[in-house]
């Protein structure tokens, strides 16, 4: 991480946007300053500051540090306003019309209006773009006609989202969505300026002359997969008054070991670690753990890999690893064994039941289980007749999961005679085109929850969705899901929850992924350092509030 000068520059750094306009930010550090500057480590590289198109969380975080959409989270995680200055709803519950800040600006200077909307969520839905979020338009958020569009069967301006005025939005939907508001902070929905997006073309988002701000921050270091990148405070931004720290780094570091060395030699001010890492640090008073909704698992190809269709083969690997030892061997950082498709402490009901209450629900559909694993396994050799199978298992190129995957390689091979598992280690990014583009038997992966509903998860799954990388379908779990989207089921609570609680449990009956553990993120924060929110949901960080003495 480079360092910021301890002297005062007299200068002013100025850089060009796309449309030839020159955007001020003031690079003046003092002592001071410096002192306010936060420095935060990330385990992967940001490949896009494009907010139709970025999926990974750490993408996600950093784009809402200089973007804002209509909502945000409070610390406590509910919704609250940021560009949306008011807010009416249909009484059908059909109908929003969100009036927008009169004092947001860009940071070309140019005001965010009502078309900035209009054009940033037309992008997600437009088929040429290919937003792996597209769904987000439609399962999840209902938008009128939002189906039709993304199928290219309908233009772009027919999309239940218009401008009334410059600073009036309205938005149609097909039905009511009782948690509409809260999904309006994910950057999906965030504004994209129509004239600088055109006159950037392909290179919008991959360099601060090539992103506008009109959040908290603004960007001032960054390239696609660099290690390091630069926020600074956004003096025009109309809540400048609540942003006490001066400026973001944020560094990429991979390796656990390195992570705690940055941050004990003083270079870091917040780091993740895991591993034998934590238990060096455990009694720190510097050391905290907090939950942060990922849920890692593997994904098998069903569609691709003939011998991964056959479900008995598939319910022998779900069995065959023990998620005790590698949460409490490997992981080491607070992070519980589950065998859930969807994860704890997120997502609640009007009486406040979690959803998931309980990590293996179902023992006899997944779980540790040597016996069971060696039991499916000969039926499916039987099914299959042949008795020696090889599969590559895709990961990441992190230390920790690297160590994951390994152990589990050990222990399917070591419980199921005639399984090789080969482990392929590459980018996220290289990680993530393979798996949509199929080129995968196993995938060691995660997903976060973006919204505080249990279909963040169980909508993933249902078929032709984007996040269906294993390509499986069933006629019945897809009709549960449109029952409790757009059917008789979505303005009835009582009995929505229960339906979902059926779809989980076709998740595990068919063994579509093997849920391996659910994430906490163990973190050294500098004592200096207050006022950082974490949360489960969408956004794991949010530094709006952060100080730092």
Known sequence: MKKLSALVLASAVFFASCGGKKTEVSQAVSEKSQSKTLNVMIEVEVESLDPQIATDGNALEFIANFTDG???????????DALCASETVSEDGLVYTFKIRDDAFWSNGEPVTADDFVFGWQRAADPKVA????YMLT????????????????????LGVKAIDAKTLQVELEVPVSYFDSILYFPTFY????????KC?????????TVLSNGAFVLSEYQPAALNMKLVKNEKYYDAERIKIDALNYQVLKDSQQSLMNYQNGSLDLVKISGDQVDQVKDDPEFVTVGSGFLWYITPNIAKNADLANLNLRRALTFAFDRESIVDDVVKDGSISACVPVPSDYAFNSLGEDFTTEQTPFPELCDSNAEKAVEYFEKAKAELGKSSFTFELIVDDTVIQQNVAAVIKEQIESTLSGVTVDLHVEPKK?????????NFDLALTRWGPDYADPMTYLGMWITGNANNHGEWSNASYDKIIDECTTGSLCQKPVERWSAMKDAAKIILDEAVIFPLYQQSDACMIKSSVKGVDFHAVALVRVFKNATKE
């Open 139 to 158: 399962d999840i958020g209902q938008i009128k006609n939002a189906y039709a569009v993304e199928a290219g069967e309908l233009p772009l301006d027919a």
């Open 70 to 80: 209509l909502k945000q989270m409070s610390s406590d995680g509910s919704t609250i």
């Open 430 to 438: 290289q990680r993530l085109a393979d798996m949509r583009s199929g």
């Open 201 to 209: 073309g392909e290179s919008f988002g991959t360099s601060p002359e």
């Open 191 to 198: 504004p994209v300026n129509r004239a600088f997006f055109e």
């Open 131 to 134: 937003s792996e979020y597209a």
